[in-house]
């Protein structure tokens, strides 16, 4: 399925700059699919100086509109959804269905979820206060848009995870610029065309193409804030970048998302999830299972069923539904990567008994591979692999199993599988994750009240939730002082009474020095 290049949303895939345009062809077969221009450093200035110019206009129009601008973009979102899944498809090299399921269908919830809940996440918060000073004064924090957000988006969820984080930006009343992936900024300009037509005036959200090791540094100095997602060694140097201008900044990184899967769990559900969460995207998933530790009593049972399933899927060029199961490596540069990982692991004693190789001919893709034998030596088993790799682990008893989670600089997401769901989240509760699931992996990102964030080097800040907004305001804290009984405060200045200094100091401990001391 190749969607229709126009000048607003024509792009192809392996994003490598010609001349000044940015070309993208689908992973899938190598076809040019289209062609887009690409900015200079001194052209995202100036989209980022509209944008600001543009951005009072747009916080002025209130939650209201803004609502309704973004229902009006929810309905334009399912009403074109096939023209959006084509579209990823073809620059992404995913199914059909991952871009239906993870892609338009939290676009779509996402734009009503933001538009009802704004309102409530960022209303003025009237706050009481223990403190005899302020006694009578009205005191209120309030969030403030901070003006022009900048959202650097990934190349594997064109839509959720680069054009997504822009929903609740623009909801909070910022105007926004994004710079997606060379590799797939179809979708963004496909979603740019859209809010035009649903009412976002011009300017408030842009759409700037250009690699980022050229135009990055532009964006992150001019912008107010930086949403970034893509891997922990870029996200350093856009948060070293960021702290030159003091520029707050929200990263979700890398992950290596551990699976226990406990003596006593459904072993089958364990497996099929094991497969899917592993396989789904092609592994291009920042919250993939990235490494499965299974308790020996069961593991053989385990690896027994993962490797039936896994070697059931159906590889292919993606395109009508229910055609292939696993699409195209969006970036050559990941496969590399992936190859070099399972090569090197089979050379240190893992086996493939699924896959192992990079597949022949037209397009960019790595078979489905199920590794075993393999342990922390590995890099399949502690870095960030991306890709569609299963690295399937034998632990003697869960705190084996723990201990292995947590023995890693990443933290994103992890799971815990067990038919004692109150034991599995008191081990949840011991793993060094900002989520962990029981029984279940990534749903936690649909529940958009839930916040998704990362700990250790996955990330900073969190996407979802009131956080997942606020974080696209400033903090105002407002104190005022309706009416004042006299005309100098007790504090003030001069101090020439001692004895109303002493009465002070009695006070408080009137005031603080009563109660349980231990």
């Given at each position: 399925m190749e969607p229709t290049a126009t000048p607003e949303a024509a792009v192809t895939t392996n994003g490598k700059p010609e001349g000044n345009t940015v070309e993208v062809h689908n992973p899938a077969t190598g076809a040019l699919i289209g062609s887009v221009p690409a900015m200079t450093p001194d052209e995202v200035t100036e989209a980022v100086a509209r944008a600001r110019a543009a951005q009072?206009?747009?916080?002025?129009?209130?939650?209201?509109?803004?609502?309704?601008?973004?229902?009006?973009?929810?309905?334009?979102?399912?009403?074109?959804?096939?023209?959006?899944?084509?579209?990823?498809?073809?620059?992404?090299?995913?199914?059909?269905?991952?871009?239906?399921?993870?892609?338009?269908?939290?676009?779509?919830?996402?734009?009503?979820?933001?538009?009802?809940?704004?309102p409530d996440f960022l209303a003025d918060e009237k706050v009481k206060s223990a403190s005899p000073?302020?006694?009578?004064?009205?005191?209120?924090?309030?969030?403030?848009?901070?003006?022009?957000?900048?959202?650097?988006?990934?190349w594997n969820y064109p839509l959720t995870n680069s054009f997504g984080d822009c929903i609740p930006a623009l909801a909070a009343g910022n105007s926004v610029v994004l710079k997606p992936a060379t590799l797939t900024p179809m979708t963004s300009m496909v979603m740019a065309e859209g809010l035009r037509e649903c009412g976002v005036p011009e300017d408030v959200f842009q759409v700037t193409v250009g690699e980022g090791s050229k135009i990055g540094n532009a964006l992150i100095d001019a912008v107010d804030f930086v949403m970034f997602t893509g891997s922990?060694?870029?996200?350093?140097?856009?948060?070293?970048?960021?702290?030159?201008?003091?520029?707050?900044?929200?990263?979700?990184?890398?992950?290596?998302?551990?699976?226990?899967?406990?003596?006593?769990?459904?072993?089958e559900r364990a497996a099929n999830a094991a497969v899917h969460y592993s396989m789904q995207n092609g592994g291009q998933t920042c919250i993939s299972v990235e490494r499965v530790y299974v308790e020996a009593p069961v593991?053989?049972?385990?690896?027994?069923?993962?490797?039936?399933?896994?070697?059931?899927?159906?590889?292919?060029?993606?395109?009508?539904?229910?055609?292939?199961?696993?699409?195209?490596?969006t970036s050559p540069d990941q496969l590399d990567l992936v190859e070099q990982q399972v090569d090197d692991a089979v050379e240190a004693g893992a086996r493939a008994v699924v896959g192992g190789h990079r597949v022949d001919g037209p397009g960019d893709f790595f078979e489905p591979t199920l590794l075993l034998d393999?342990?922390?030596?590995?890099?399949?088993?502690t870095e960030e692999t991306f890709g569609p790799t299963l690295p399937v682990m034998k632990v003697a008893d869960v705190e084996e199993a723990i201990r292995l989670s947590n023995d890693s600089p990443y933290g994103l997401q992890a799971s815990v599988w067990t038919k004692d769901t109150e034991r599995g989240e008191q081990i949840a509760?011991?793993?060094?994750?900002?989520v962990v699931c029981v029984n279940d992996a990534q749903l936690n990102y649909v529940a958009l009240e839930l916040p998704m964030g990362?700990?250790?080097?996955?990330?900073?800040?969190?996407?979802?939730?009131?956080?997942?907004?606020?974080?696209?305001?400033?903090?105002?804290?407002?104190?005022?002082?309706?009416?004042?009984?006299?005309?100098?405060?007790?504090?003030?200045?001069?101090?020439?009474?001692?004895?109303?200094?002493?009465?002070?100091?009695?006070?408080?401990r009137f005031l603080w020095g009563r109660g349980k001391r231990d």
């Open positions: 009072p206009a747009w916080e002025a129009m209130g939650f209201a509109e803004r609502g309704r601008i973004l229902r009006r973009m929810q309905k334009w979102t399912l009403d074109n959804s096939e023209r959006i899944i084509s579209t990823i498809v073809a620059e992404n090299g995913k199914t059909y269905e991952d871009a239906q399921l993870a892609e338009v269908s939290y676009a779509a919830s996402a734009f009503g979820f933001w538009a009802k809940n704004a000073f302020v006694m009578g004064r009205k005191l209120v924090v309030r969030y403030a848009p901070v003006g022009v957000v900048g959202v650097i988006g990934p922990t060694e870029v996200g350093k140097k856009v948060m070293e970048r960021a702290a030159q201008t003091l520029t707050g900044t929200a990263m979700e990184l890398g992950g290596k998302d551990p699976m226990i899967v406990l003596a006593d769990a459904n072993l593991y053989d049972d385990f690896v027994a069923r993962v490797t039936d399933k896994m070697r059931a899927l159906r590889q292919g060029v993606p395109g009508a539904p229910a055609q292939t199961d696993v699409g195209a490596m393999v342990d922390h030596t590995m890099e399949c088993m509760r011991r793993l060094e994750s900002g990362g700990w250790k080097e996955s990330g900073v800040g969190s996407r979802h939730g009131a956080g997942g907004i606020r974080k696209y305001t400033k903090q105002q804290t407002l104190l005022v002082t309706k009416f004042a009984p006299t005309n100098k405060d007790v504090h003030m200045l001069p101090y020439t009474s001692a004895r109303k200094t002493r009465m002070l100091g009695k006070s408080f």
